[in-house]
């Protein structure tokens, strides 16, 4: 029987994205060619459509990772030109990782900026977290369990690619944090530091609830309802006494991002 086509397409696309070797005895060892602008403009593009399949993939398979075979198929490429772009499944992930904590970053630098309270932006990052959680469902395995998760593998590039952005993105988080105890808003009694992880390990604990496989799981209408309490309950609980009407309620009212 025929193989299809599409397969001796996707390998010549790989094959243009690599720069031809030398076929003249004279040119050996010579150095190779540099990628071209459209060259690299063109990887660019595949890699990108690359992984925003993968994304989908994470989304709709609930539980576990996408196959590289289901991967390929679904980009219409060759698993060749996957290898070619991550070197490996886990490469994928990775990258999906990274560019996941791109996007996060970003949203701490808007909850920042955002024209209101200290204490409020303390809890926008809450909602932007949520945002950001269900907007990459891979980052559950590849960024949240990193570490954690007894079949993710350890290495230093895993630590410098995830681990040590995120340890800067949390910086960001803690200083939101110091930014209201500075200003009376929040109770200057908790450490920032224990604080910024304390609120980020309950966040990711709920946000795990959507990959349990038993009756303890939610979906993730239920893990976003979670989680909006959860930004009540700290709201009401990190601000200062200073900070409170005559009831005793927190005068930091919940805002949107």
């Known amino acids: 029987m025929d193989t299809p086509d599409r397969t001796a397409g996707q390998d010549a696309e790989v094959a243009s ?9 004279s040119a050996q060892g010579a150095p190779k060619r540099q990628p071209t602008a459209r060259m690299q403009r063109k990887r660019a593009r595949t890699r990108e459509h690359v992984l925003e399949v993968a994304e989908r ?19 219409n490429v060759s698993i060749g030109l996957i290898y070619d772009h991550f070197g490996s499944k886990d490469g994928v ?41 269900l907007e990459h469902p891979s980052v559950l395995r590849s960024v949240v369990l ?26 960001k988080f803690q200083n939101l944090i110091e930014q209201s105890m500075a200003g009376g808003e929040a109770d200057s009694s ?28 939610f979906d993730r209408d239920e893990v976003a309802e979670c989680l909006r309490l959860g930004r009540r309950l700290v709201n ?11 009831q005793g309620r927190s005068r930091a009212t919940l805002v949107e991002p």
């Open 17 to 25: 994205e690599v720069e031809p070797a030398a076929t003249d005895g």
């Open 57 to 75: 993939l994470y989304a709709e398979s609930g539980q576990g990772d996408p196959r590289m075979e289901d991967l390929a198929d679904a980009a």
């Open 93 to 133: 992930g990775l990258a999906l990782a990274e560019r996941a904590l791109d996007g996060l970053s970003d949203y701490l630098d808007q909850a920042g900026s955002h024209d209101c309270s200290p204490m409020q932006r303390v809890m926008i990052v809450g909602e932007l977290y949520l945002r950001w959680i």
């Open 146 to 171: 990193q570490g954690v998760d007894g079949q993710t593998a350890k290495s230093d590039q895993v630590d410098d690619q995830v681990g040590a952005p995120l340890e800067s993105i949390l910086g």
């Open 190 to 217: 908790f450490d920032p530091l224990l604080t910024a992880r304390f609120l980020w390990a309950a966040w990711n604990g709920v946000a795990a609830l959507n990959v349990r496989a038993d009756r303890m799981a």
């Open 236 to 246: 009401e609980g990190l601000t200062s006494p200073a900070f409170r009407d005559e």
